[in-house]
């Protein structure tokens, strides 16, 4: 609604780092509020490089040891902490899961992707042939040059397939159609 905004700050000092998440309030509950920061936290040591609002007065920030959930529509307050200890390569996220990608050295399934639900409670874990991942419509679409992957948001395989030629996205379009975009052309896919 423009009354509250997300602001994370990144502050070095030596070899020392330190992130500051702050949420000002630019209506009538931030006024008495010095700067109109009505929520801040502080992180030592820790990277926060992405953060975002989901639905629900939830907002979400991405560190490089997890993520932290906030919850409230107009002084969010910290609600849940997932910490990992695996350097995280990728992320992913909507309104209902949070997605994190590691590397895990397996020559044919060379990532693990963990996904969670909003309120910090791991879904499942998977280990996965592919390097691109994203969230659209309750599912999960997952690509490599040449492999595509649709899943839902428990893990469970709609469609796995190999497709000649190198993918260069893969989109949604509609109920259970899904759009490939090729280097040759365009091929739409439906799912039965």
């Known amino acids: ?17 330190t992130s500051y998440v702050a949420f000002y309030n630019f209506g009538d509950v931030g006024q008495s509020e010095d700067d109109r920061i009505v929520s ?8 926060i490089p992405q953060i975002m609002y989901l639905n ?17 529509s107009q ?30 050295g397996n020559k044919e399934k060379p990532y693990t992707m963990r996904v969670y639900s909003t309120d910090g409670n791991l879904k499942f874990e998977k280990d996965i042939p592919y390097t691109t991942i994203k969230v659209s419509d309750g599912n ?20 796995s397939g190999t497709i000649d030629g190198t993918i ?6 509609g109920w259970n159609r899904y759009l490939l975009v090729l280097d040759s052309g365009v091929d739409v896919i439906k799912l039965s």
């Open 1 to 17: 609604n423009g009354n509250i905004m997300m602001v994370a700050y990144q502050y070095v000092d030596g070899s020392e780092t």
């Open 40 to 47: 801040g936290y502080t992180y030592e040591g820790t990277v």
């Open 56 to 72: 629900g007065g939830k907002s979400l920030a991405v560190r490089d040891d997890g993520f932290t959930l906030y919850k409230g």
């Open 75 to 104: 002084i969010p307050k910290e609600k849940e902490t997932v910490k990992v200890d695996k350097e995280i390569v990728s992320t992913f996220y909507d309104d209902d899961i949070i997605g994190l990608v590691f590397k895990n």
């Open 140 to 159: 999960i679409l997952l690509y490599n040059s040449s492999q595509v992957c649709v899943m839902n948001s428990r893990g469970i395989e709609k469609y």
């Open 168 to 173: 260069s996205d893969f989109i949604k379009i």
